[in-house]
C-alpha cells in the first residue's frame, strides 16, 4: 500500500504542478480542471486551473506524508480504508474550494 500511495500523491504533485506553472490556454487541450462553471468562461477556466493546481500543489505532499504515517501506525484493512478517505478528502476540498471561488468570480465578473 506504500507504493500506491507514493505513487498517487507524486501524480497529484506533479498534475499540480502542471496546472500551476503550464497551464491549458484552451479549453479543447487534454487537461485541464473541467466542470460546466469553469469551461463556461474563458476567466472561469484560468481561475479554475490555477486554484485547483495550487490546491493539489499544496496538498499532496501533505496527503502524501499523512498516508506514510498511516502505514507506521495501523493495520492493512484499517490502512487503506485510512488513505482512501484522506486522497478522497483532498481531491473533494480541491473541487470545493476550486468551484467556490469560481462562483465568486463569476459573481463579481457578471
Known amino acids: 500500500m506504500v507504493i500506491i500511495s507514493i505513487i498517487l500523491g507524486v501524480s497529484l504533485l506533479l498534475l499540480g504542478a502542471v496546472l500551476t506553472f503550464f497551464p491549458s490556454r484552451n479549453k479543447e487541450n ?3 480542471y473541467r466542470t460546466f462553471r469553469s ?9 479554475g486551473n490555477r486554484l485547483s493546481g495550487k ?4 496538498g499532496s505532499p501533505l496527503g502524501l506524508m499523512i ?3 498511516i502505514n507506521i501506525f ?3 484493512m484499517l490502512n487503506v480504508m485510512l488513505q482512501f478517505f484522506i ?4 481531491l473533494m476540498s ?3 474550494m476550486t468551484e467556490k471561488r469560481l462562483i465568486e468570480v ?3 465578473y457578471k
Request: aromatic share 22%.
Open 74 to 76: 495501523f493495520n492493512s
Open 39 to 47: 469551461t463556461s468562461d474563458e476567466k472561469l477556466w484560468e481561475e
Open 30 to 32: 487534454g487537461y485541464g
Open 55 to 58: 490546491v493539489l500543489l499544496y
Open 106 to 108: 463569476e459573481r463579481n
Open 87 to 90: 486522497w478522497f478528502i483532498l
Open 67 to 69: 498516508c506514510l504515517g
Open 94 to 96: 480541491m473541487f470545493i
